[in-house]
């Protein structure tokens, strides 16, 4: 029994999971009943080490035990420099980037909004290239460059100087974003100016688990390069390991001018965000982009924990990338199965997607997980994409299950 709630008409997740969530422990959440939930949910990616993972939870208890620093805007802490010369040492230099390191507010929308206002002060150019499909936060600027009408109608005013392009795959693949752009910018008289930057998500989370081709975006790097045009990887949900690599457009060999980075960041469900750039494009005045949690130092005591537990060798990396080929064969087989309901199955590392033909089906299918004890949530344009993100941590035996639980989940709703 839920108790009333004073909470506004806005709140979503918990309409579909109508639990009082009361303890999280790895991949499991335990409801205030007692109900044990196996979370291929993971905080909407916010969570790759699982619930309070006991090194983090560690390092947390202690720091707060001596009355660390908690708050302190972007004033100098120990925390703070202990999370800078991890993030230093462990994720910028072994990968050869020579990226500055923004705070730029707790949320990811907050660094979205950092890159594009870099992206336009460095270039003094006002567009933003941006795809069908994509998501990038819900404030006015990353709003601009979402895709999704009833998100962009919600902002209330027009949401302007952006230019939206098709993404790798869109409608079937039919029409080249790429060769679209590249021939607008070509000719003077196609009426578009050269843009500020370009936004990408190498694989769209919230659109429905769209994967970009390697090729696909090391083109779109050099179209970028070639036209003088700033290039943002939005890698807020799929960084941190959740396809694999740290940064997941590595394997693509590009090297983005600027980098969104937050969701698993803090690794315990701390809001914590970064904007990363090429150290020529920080042109920012002190203080020209401000915001009073820019310094949330309990999330930079678990970072660096973080950071020192997963991203030491390649351990966690190449086991994710194994995961992700047992979860292509199971979903591709799930597919092949009920061919007449699912229309496609795709993902990369641990974010997975089984696309519906019927939008209906895929919520109820979440609803059938859902009473069989696994949390999984629906993306896409019409919602018709049921979304898998376990832990990174998650055992074999728990990804078994929730896949078990997937299938018989489909079983039921789609008749075997
Ligand atoms: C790719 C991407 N960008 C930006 C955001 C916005 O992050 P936040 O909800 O923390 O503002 C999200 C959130 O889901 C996201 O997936």
Redesign the pocket.
């Known amino acids: 029994m839920i108790a009333p709630t004073i909470e506004s008409e806005v709140r979503s997740y918990c309409r579909n999971w109508p639990v009082v969530f009361d303890q999280g422990r790895g991949s499991r959440m335990f409801d205030r009943d007692g109900r044990v939930y196996l979370d291929f949910f993971a905080g909407?990616?916010?969570l790759n080490y699982g619930h309070n993972h006991p090194v983090l939870k560690r390092a947390l208890l202690d720091y707060l035990e001596q009355d660390g620093v908690t708050h302190s805007l972007d004033m100098l802490t120990a925390a703070k420099e202990d999370f800078l010369t991890e993030f230093g040492t462990r994720v910028l230099g072994p990968r050869g980037l020579d990226y500055r390191v923004q705070f730029p507010g707790?949320?990811?929308?907050?660094?979205?909004e950092a890159a594009l206002k870099l992206a336009r002060k460095v270039t003094g150019r006002q567009t933003i290239v941006a795809f069908t499909g994509?998501?990038?936060?819900?404030?006015l600027g990353?709003l601009a460059v979402t895709g999704n009408a009833s998100k962009r109608a919600g902002a209330g005013v027009a949401l302007g100087h952006t230019l939206r392009i098709p993404y790798d795959g869109f409608s079937g693949g039919e029409v080249s974003g790429l060769k679209l752009l590249d021939s607008m910018l070509a000719d003077s008289s196609s009426g578009v100016d050269l843009p500020a930057a370009v936004i990408v998500?190498t694989v769209?989370?919230?659109g429905g688990v769209n994967p970009a081709g390697w090729t696909w975006l090391a083109d779109l790097a050099e179209l970028c390069s070639r036209r003088g045009i700033l290039l943002i990887v939005?890698?807020?949900?799929?960084g941190c390991g959740r396809t694999g690599p740290f940064f997941s457009f590595e394997a693509a060999g590009i090297t983005p001018d600027i980098v969104?980075l937050?969701?698993s960041l803090s690794g315990y469900g701390l809001?914590m965000?970064l904007t990363l750039f090429r150290t020529e494009l920080d042109v920012w005045q002190p203080g020209e982009h401000n915001g009073t949690f820019r310094g949330n130092n309990p999330a930079f005591v678990t970072a660096a924990a973080a950071l020192r537990e997963f991203w030491a060798d390649s351990t966690l990396e190449k086991r994710t990338e194994e995961r992700g080929l047992l979860f292509e064969q199971r979903l591709n087989d799930l597919a092949d199965q009920h061919a007449a309901h699912i229309t496609a199955s795709r993902g990369r590392g641990l974010v997975w997607g089984l696309a519906f033909r019927e939008p209906d089906m895929a919520r109820q299918v979440a609803d059938a997980a859902f009473a069989r004890g696994l949390l999984v949530e629906t993306s896409g344009s019409y919602d018709e994409v049921v979304k898998l993100m376990p832990a990174l941590t998650s055992t074999d035996e728990e990804l078994t299950e929730g896949l078990g639980i997937l299938q018989d989940s489909v079983t039921s709703t789609v008749g075997a």
């Open positions: 909407a990616s916010a707790p949320t990811g929308t907050n660094s979205v994509a998501f990038h936060g819900m404030s990353s998500e769209q989370g919230e939005d890698d807020i949900q799929m969104c937050s969701k809001p965000s």
